[in-house]
Every structure is written in structure tokens, then in C-alpha cells.
């Protein structure tokens, strides 16, 4: 049981809503009476309204604005939602209007801005953030300005998972908290790491000038917002409920544990847009720890091919000066110079998963080394 600031897909009046579990908690008469079962040209019609306060948005792409799209209307239906990727704001510089469009989500679901909860390099002290903004159970949270990469094992579990147990900051008490939150991140050139960039779209922006804070327009999209937010909430509806009625007649492919989360995918899809999920060719290409186990494994085949086998041993034997095989080991590790422990970790790390078309396999050796 939860609380929301909207209506739901089967309920437009405020009060107790048996299909979603949730006590809708607005006035009688706040939203304009919306049709459960529209058709698609009330769906067009409502995309276009729900696309106007975009328009002044530089997305690089229709996969980008997708994104975008996705991350309004998934705010307002989050809570009937079991599970949902992370939706990121990406953008060569500041001012290009990341922490904007998070705050047009925010209100749209819930007629504020959303919660901000600042990212460090401390990765224990994110996870008592993260639980700290769970508990108080905001329908959205935004992590603003990331500058670093992004990752974290409990980042990870809330995108998959319906609830998390997380222990509180002081005291030895246990608690299960609810993850029925949309996650927004922005960041300047934003980096997402290991497991995320599978739980994650991304919106890039790009105004393609030096200053674009200094771009001036004629209207405020989210005053905009602000004043129709009851008409956009209910057009967010008609886009899911018109393509529930037409019984989801695109089928997406399937994206990790973010089934619920097809409804909007598809909703999208059938109006004609791009495909959201076309964004994480981007995100995969861009993780870090995939570009650490390309070049560990370039430098593996140029050394020994395909079929030949090593240990950590015959690769120091070959000798540490710049160029050898162990110096190019040694840069994708702590320090950057080599250690044989650690380039045994790094090969553990990366072994069993393919890329390139190739996969590092090993075993032990009858003298119990590890072999490659």
C-alpha cells in the first residue's frame, strides 16, 4: 500500500484504488476526468500535449526525447510499476538543462520538484543516501551532477528488485524498504559503470554552444508544466491506458527485469516513437569496466592469440619494460605498475565473459597455478 499524488491507470477519483494498491491522496476535481478506455487518437492527441514543454530541449536524438518521454510518464504510473531502469540526463556542459527536464518529471508525478540526493566518491556513504531517500519514500528521487562514474551494488538491487533490506544509519535495526521510486540522474558527460549500464536509458543533450545557459526563449517549460500539470497527468494516463485498450499491440524486446515497465516502452513505440532502449548502445559502449576488458584483451591476443596458453608467471617472464605485454597489464591497474596479484584479479575479473568475440576461460594447472 502506497500513497499517490495522481490518478491511476483504473482509477480517476481520489480514494483507495484496489487494482494498484494505492490511497490516491488529491482533491475531487483536481484532474479532469480522463476515459479508461481511449482510443488512439486520444493518445496522439495527448502526446502532442505531453511533447510541448520539451520543445525547447536539445536532444541529439528521437531515442533521446524517447527518454524523456518515458521518464514523465513513467513518474505518474511509477507506483503500479514493479520495477524500472534508470533513467539518465547527459549532457556535454552545464546549463544545457539536465536538472530542468528532472524537475518537469518531478512535478508531473507529484506536483514538486523531486528530491535531490548528492553523489560522491564514497561509495558506503552513498548507500546510507540511497536508503536515507527510500525510506522517506519520494515517488521521485533525483541524484543531481553526478561528475564521476556511476555505480553501486545497492544502486543496482533497487532498479530489479520490488524491495530492499537496508540496515539504518545508527542504529543495529534492519529495515525492508520499498523501491517504487523513479530514479533520475544527471551529469556532464556521464559515465555509468559494471551492472548499471544494464538497468539504465539515457537522454543526452547537447545545445552545441559554449554557454547555453545564456539561451533565451519565450516561454518557461516548467511554469508551463506547473499550470497543466492536471491535463498532462491525465494525457501520461491516455497514452497507457489507449494502448492497454488496443490490447499492446507492440511486443518490445525484452529488457532485464523491467517487464511492467514495457507498458510505456511500448505505449511510445505505438505512437510512432523511437525505442528508448535504443539509448544503451551508448551507455554499454561508454562503461568503463567493458573499455578496461577490451584493451585487457587486445593486449592478450596480440601477444598470444586465440589459442595459446599463460599464467600471470610467463607474462612477468617476458619482462616489464614499457611495451611488453605486462606494462600494458600494468596501466589498467591500481598505480599502474605492475603486481602479479593484482593482474590475477584483473584476469579473474574478466574472465568467462565474451567480447570481441572472444572469452578468457582458465583452470588449474596439476601444480595448482592458474592458467589462462
Known amino acids: 500500500i502506497g500513497l ?7 482509477r480517476n477519483e481520489p480514494g483507495y484504488d484496489p487494482d494498484s494498491s494505492l490511497f490516491l491522496a488529491f482533491r475531487e476535481g ?12 486520444d493518445a496522439v492527441a495527448a ?4 511533447e510541448r514543454p520539451l520543445r525547447g530541449f536539445p536532444f541529439v536524438s528521437d531515442a533521446a526525447r524517447s527518454v524523456a518521454l518515458s521518464a514523465i510518464i513513467s513518474g505518474v504510473v511509477r507506483g503500479q510499476l514493479r520495477t524500472c531502469p534508470l533513467h539518465a540526463f547527459d549532457a556535454p556542459t552545464p ?7 528532472a524537475d518537469i518529471i ?7 520538484p523531486p528530491s535531490g540526493m548528492a553523489y560522491s566518491s564514497n561509495g558506503d556513504e552513498n ?6 531517500v527510500l525510506r522517506a519514500g519520494d515517488p521521485v528521487i533525483l541524484i543531481d551532477n553526478v561528475s564521476g562514474d556511476l555505480e553501486g551494488d545497492l544502486l543496482c538491487t533497487a532498479f530489479t528488485q520490488e524491495t530492499i533490506q537496508a540496515r539504518i544509519l545508527g542504529l543495529s535495526e534492519v529495515v525492508r524498504l520499498s523501491t517504487r521510486s523513479l530514479l533520475v540522474v544527471t551529469g556532464n ?3 555509468l559503470k559494471g551492472d548499471l549500464t544494464r538497468r539504465a536509458i539515457i537522454c543526452r543533450l547537447d545545445a552545441e554552444m559554449e554557454n547555453p545557459e545564456e539561451r533565451e526563449f519565450d ?7 506547473r499550470r497543466a500539470r492536471p491535463q498532462l497527468v491525465i494525457d501520461a494516463l491516455t497514452i497507457l491506458r489507449a494502448f492497454d485498450a488496443a490490447g499492446r499491440p507492440v511486443k518490445p524486446l525484452a529488457f532485464g527485469s523491467f517487464a511492467d515497465w514495457n507498458l510505456v516502452r511500448g505505449a511510445l513505440m505505438w505512437l510512432g516513437l523511437r525505442d528508448p532502449c535504443d539509448t544503451r548502445i551508448g551507455v554499454r559502449a561508454d562503461d568503463p569496466v567493458i573499455e578496461q576488458r577490451a584493451q585487457l584483451f587486445v593486449a592478450l591476443l596480440k601477444s598470444y592469440g586465440a589459442d595459446r596458453r599463460f599464467t600471470i608467471k610467463s607474462i612477468a617472464d617476458q619482462g616489464i619494460e614499457p611495451g611488453s605485454l605486462a606494462s600494458e597489464i600494468a596501466q589498467l591497474l591500481y598505480g599502474g605498475k605492475w603486481n602479479s596479484r593484482a593482474a590475477g584479479h584483473l584476469l579473474r575479473r574478466h574472465k568467462d565473459i565474451p567480447l570481441l568475440g572472444v572469452t578468457l576461460r582458465s583452470n588449474q594447472t596439476p601444480i595448482r597455478a592458474q592458467e589462462y
Do not use: C, Q, Y
Open 127 to 132: 548507500e546510507k543516501r540511497l536508503v536515507s
Open 189 to 191: 558527460n556521464l559515465r
Open 95 to 101: 546549463g544545457t538543462g539536465k536538472t530542468m527536464l
Open 4 to 10: 499517490s499524488m495522481a490518478p491511476t491507470l483504473t
Open 106 to 112: 518531478g512535478i508531473l508525478a507529484t506536483g514538486v
Open 219 to 225: 516561454f518557461d517549460a516548467v511554469d508551463d508544466v
Open 30 to 41: 483536481a484532474f479532469p476526468a480522463g476515459e479508461l478506455r481511449p482510443s488512439r487518437a
Open 47 to 50: 502526446l502532442e500535449r505531453l
